[in-house]
């Protein structure tokens, strides 16, 4: 799934959110408020199911910050991993550390729930 818009469209984010579920980012498990990109559009990312992040309001801001940067992959059973790498406070040899990888499994269950929103229901 794919977009040239900035922006997710409707059935793209509901995909992001079936799949993601909570914030992506490591320890924080808010609802997801913000559907956004984890290289950013502005540098060329793509608006793209790979591409996509669920994240809380408080998180999407917070990986905006000078020091963070994510990076996501899909694997061969189809899981999708955000890796998170921040910088520490007080660093001033600007190595960021490695932050937490989470991951969802099963694209494919993301996309069976999907395909359940858009079946119409069946009449008795």
Partial sequence: ???????????LATFI??????????????????????QPWAEGGLTTVENGLGLCE???????????????SVDENHTHTAEFTTQRVGDTDLEPR???????????????ALRSLSTPPRTQ
Avoid at 19 to 32: E, F, G
Avoid at 104 to 109: D, E, F, L, M, T
């Fill in 1 to 11: 799934m794919e977009s040239r818009a900035r922006a997710f469209p409707r059935g």
């Fill in 17 to 38: 959110e079936l799949r993601d579920q909570r914030c992506r980012t490591p320890y924080c498990d808010a609802p997801i408020r913000h559907r956004d990109h984890a």
């Fill in 58 to 72: 408080r998180c999407n801001y917070a990986k905006e910050a000078a020091g963070w940067r994510v990076s996501t």
């Fill in 98 to 112: 490695r932050g937490g990888r989470r991951s969802r499994s099963a694209i494919s269950r993301s996309e069976s």
